[in-house]
T-cell receptor, first 119, second 115 residues
Framework: DTAVSQTPKYLVTQMGNDKSIKCEQN?????MYWYKQDSKKFLKIMFS???????INETVPNRFSPKSPDKAHLNLHINSLELGDSAVYFC??????????????????FGAGTRLSVL | DQQVKQNSPSLSVQEGRISILNCDYT??????FLWYKKYPAEGPTFLIS?????DKNEDGRFTVFLNKSAKHLSLHIVPSQPGDSAVYFC??????????????FGQGTELSVKP
């Protein structure tokens, strides 16, 4: 029973299209994240939601819009896809947004990733 | 500005020997550090972590050491097994009010354990 699942696993699309990636966690966690792993293999945070509230929004183009219908789901919608959006996108969740000293709440659990290829 | 760096992109070790993976960071405000392991086509899996108030944490074959003065941490795997072959990511977290702990990842070290 997968703890953090994201769909689809692979996504191939044309430049200019709009696409969505879905993520669900069954761990009962309050906080969810989207990360992007680029061609240089760096994992960089894009967004974080805590109980459906946006708490982290890195400098991501506004073509990317996260949506959290409930605390178990965090979807990522991307408008007007560009070649540079090609990457692997990972969803993750943690028990809560971490507070100082409560290290366990920092532990994030990741989905298997969605490989997006924009042609 | 890469705040967490893993300067060795790859490491090859013989089965049964020790694997030592290194990580350096620049931000002294980081208060929690984690190691993740990643197999191809899978997501990163949490391995072990350490709080900034400690200098060592051990879990079975895995030990993480933290040297705050040098802003350096390392992961020791003893004994190494072929199944340990994977990419290992170091990550650091700093609590920011109202944002929680945001993880900053290094670029990973690919460990190959040869039988």
């Amino acid at each position: 029973d997968t703890a953090v699942s994201q769909t689809p696993k692979y996504l191939v699309t044309q430049m200019g299209n709009d696409k969505s990636i879905k993520c669900e966690q069954n761990l009962g966690h309050d906080t969810m994240y989207w990360y992007k792993q680029d061609s240089k293999k760096f994992l960089k945070i894009m967004f974080s939601y805590n109980n459906k509230e946006l708490i982290i929004n890195e400098t991501v183009p506004n073509r990317f819009s996260p949506k959290s219908p409930d605390k178990a789901h965090l979807n990522l919608h991307i408008n007007s896809l560009e070649l540079g959006d090609s990457a692997v996108y990972f969803c993750a969740s943690s028990q809560d947004r971490a507070t100082g000293g409560q290290g366990d709440k920092n532990i994030q659990y990741f989905g298997a990733g969605t490989r997006l290829s924009v042609l | 500005d890469q705040q967490v760096k893993q300067n060795s992109p790859s490491l090859s070790v013989q089965e049964g020997r020790i694997s030592i993976l290194n990580c350096d960071y620049t931000n002294s405000m980081f208060d929690y550090f984690l190691w993740y392991k990643k197999y191809p086509a899978e997501g990163p899996t949490f391995l072990i972590s350490i709080s900034s108030i400690k200098d060592k944490n051990e879990d079975g074959r895995f030990t993480v050491f933290l040297n705050k003065s040098a802003k350096h941490l390392s992961l020791h795997i003893v004994p190494s097994q072929p199944g340990d072959s994977a990419v290992y990511f170091c990550a650091a977290s700093r609590y920011i009010y109202n944002q929680g702990g945001k993880l900053i990842f290094g670029q990973g070290t690919e460990l190959s354990v040869k039988p």
